[in-house]
């Protein structure tokens, strides 16, 4: 059983920044990918970033390329997303989550966080 839980959510103004968490436990978490999705209000949960069993590839939606940046700590068993010059438009709530394959984990992974509110202010 994979768990996750995400922190580091909150209100900020926009052109600011915060940085989301996420706590890792369970079975193989160290050799499976990692990544944040997210979803806003009245619209469909959206994929944000990923990062590699060993953090040497990740992957980034168009929208948040250059002002997001995924990492994971192994040792921490974490994954963090750090979010600078935050936009209205992302203001969603924030999953984390995990699946076996890198290439593939923006489509559907296989275990997600119970998510972290964030919001952006104009």
């Known amino acids: 059983q994979v768990r996750l839980q995400e922190s580091g959510g909150g209100l900020v103004q926009a052109g600011g920044s915060l940085r989301l968490s996420c706590a890792v436990s369970g079975r193989s978490i160290n050799t499976n990918a990692r990544g944040w999705f997210r979803q806003a209000p009245s619209k469909e949960r959206e994929f944000v970033a990923a990062i590699s069993w060993n953090g040497d590839r990740t992957r980034y939606a168009d929208s948040v390329e250059g002002r997001f940046t995924i990492s994971r700590d192994d040792a921490k068993n974490t994954v963090d997303l750090q979010m600078d010059n935050l936009k209205p438009e992302d203001t969603a709530t924030y999953y984390c989550?995990?699946?076996?394959?890198?290439?593939?984990?923006?489509?559907?992974?296989?275990?997600w966080g119970q998510g972290t509110q964030v919001i952006v202010s104009s």
């Open positions: 989550a995990t699946d076996l394959f890198f290439d593939t984990i923006h489509k559907g992974p296989s275990h």
